[in-house]
């Protein structure tokens, strides 16, 4: 299956803790990059791939967004209508983990939403936690500089017992394309307090390179929460200090408005 927008990307998560005490881990992994408007054909042409339904790797619409039923190509851009950047919902793609023998965790989600020329105009980052909760973040996209997005908006959610509920989250990416990247940089009070990125590189999304993934990486969204848990024991080990839980709505949304500096909550 060739040819098609959607695809894997195979690469490597890394983590890299600033203070008050430095730690860092990485682990390889492989995402999807699916173009929403693409979801059922994918269903319908891959043996190994479904949507809604179980199987080797799936898609379930309920994993993303508001945890609805609807699909998310119609959730998206009724979200993108909300936040005036309805112009930027005529193609979309999410760069997520998929459901592995029927089991996923997002730490991060990302949204590339285009207009019909296929500028990228928005970007959406679907953040959520061990505990339920998740934040979509929508951000206008602006200019790209040699090729990267850089975004920045406020932190409001939980994620981590070692990171204050408010912060600022700083962005920067590269649209999908022959390679991905991804990256998210932490700051409290001005402090840099971590940075995390995602590299990978396009391969075609079909059965066979299905199949080589989970041989693979058998356990891999397994493996996405066993190390957001374990690297959290060696960070008590190493005596950095807990942080006390701020609760937040199953789900959230936050429109960044740069032009008054400003965003709205819902």
């Given at each position: 299956?060739t040819?098609?927008?959607?695809?894997?990307?195979?690469?490597?998560?890394?983590?890299k803790?600033?203070?008050?005490?430095?730690?860092?881990?990485?682990?390889?992994?492989?995402?999807?990059?699916?173009?929403?408007?693409?979801?059922?054909?994918?269903?319908?042409?891959?043996?190994?791939?479904?949507?809604?339904?179980?199987?080797?790797?799936?898609?379930?619409?309920?994993?993303?967004?508001?945890?609805?039923?609807?699909?998310?190509?119609?959730?998206?851009?009724?979200?993108?209508?909300g936040?005036?950047?309805?112009?930027?919902?005529?193609?979309?793609?999410?760069?997520?983990?998929?459901?592995?023998?029927?089991?996923?965790?997002?730490?991060?989600s990302?949204?590339?939403?285009?207009?019909?020329?296929?500028?990228?105009?928005?970007?959406?980052?679907?953040?959520?936690?061990?505990?339920?909760?998740?934040?979509?973040?929508?951000?206008?996209?602006?200019?790209?500089?040699?090729?990267?997005?850089?975004?920045?908006?406020?932190?409001?959610?939980?994620?981590?017992?070692?990171?204050?509920?408010?912060?600022?989250?700083?962005?920067?990416?590269?649209?999908?394309?022959?390679?991905?990247?991804?990256?998210?940089?932490?700051?409290?009070a001005?402090?840099?307090?971590?940075k995390?990125?995602?590299?990978?590189?396009?391969?075609?999304?079909?059965?066979?390179?299905?199949?080589?993934?989970?041989?693979?990486h058998?356990?891999?969204?397994?493996?996405?929460?066993?190390?957001?848990?374990?690297?959290?024991?060696?960070?008590?080990?190493?005596?950095?200090?807990?942080?006390?839980?701020h609760?937040?709505?199953?789900?959230?949304?936050?429109?960044?408005?740069?032009?008054?500096?400003?965003?709205?909550?819902?």
């Open positions: 299956m040819g098609l927008p959607s695809c894997i990307y195979h690469g490597v998560v890394v983590h803790r600033l203070s008050p005490k430095q730690h860092a881990f990485s682990y390889r992994v492989f995402a999807l990059c699916l173009d929403v408007d693409e979801i059922d054909r994918l269903d319908r042409e891959l043996r190994l791939f479904s949507r809604n339904r179980f199987n080797l790797l799936s898609f379930h619409d309920r994993d993303l967004g508001d945890g609805g039923t609807a699909p998310i190509a119609e959730r998206t851009r009724t979200l993108l209508d936040a005036g950047l309805g112009a930027f919902g005529a193609r979309i793609e999410i760069v997520c983990y998929p459901r592995l023998l029927g089991y996923v965790f997002n730490p991060l990302v949204y590339f939403c285009r207009d019909v020329g296929g500028r990228i105009g928005a970007v959406i980052y679907e953040v959520s936690n061990t505990f339920g909760e998740r934040k979509s973040y929508v951000i206008p996209a602006g200019a790209s500089r040699d090729g990267v997005l850089a975004q920045s908006c406020d932190k409001e959610l939980y994620v981590s017992p070692y990171t204050h509920a408010t912060g600022t989250y700083e962005f920067h990416m590269m649209p999908p394309g022959e390679k991905a990247l991804i990256g998210v940089a932490l700051r409290e001005g402090q840099p307090v971590l995390t990125h995602f590299s990978g590189t396009r391969l075609a999304l079909g059965d066979r390179a299905i199949a080589a993934m989970c041989v693979r058998p356990l891999m969204t397994l493996k996405v929460v066993s190390a957001i848990h374990v690297e959290a024991a060696r960070l008590w080990l190493k005596g950095v200090p807990l942080v006390t839980r609760t937040s709505p199953t789900y959230s949304t936050t429109i960044v408005r740069h032009e008054d500096r400003g965003a709205h909550h819902a």
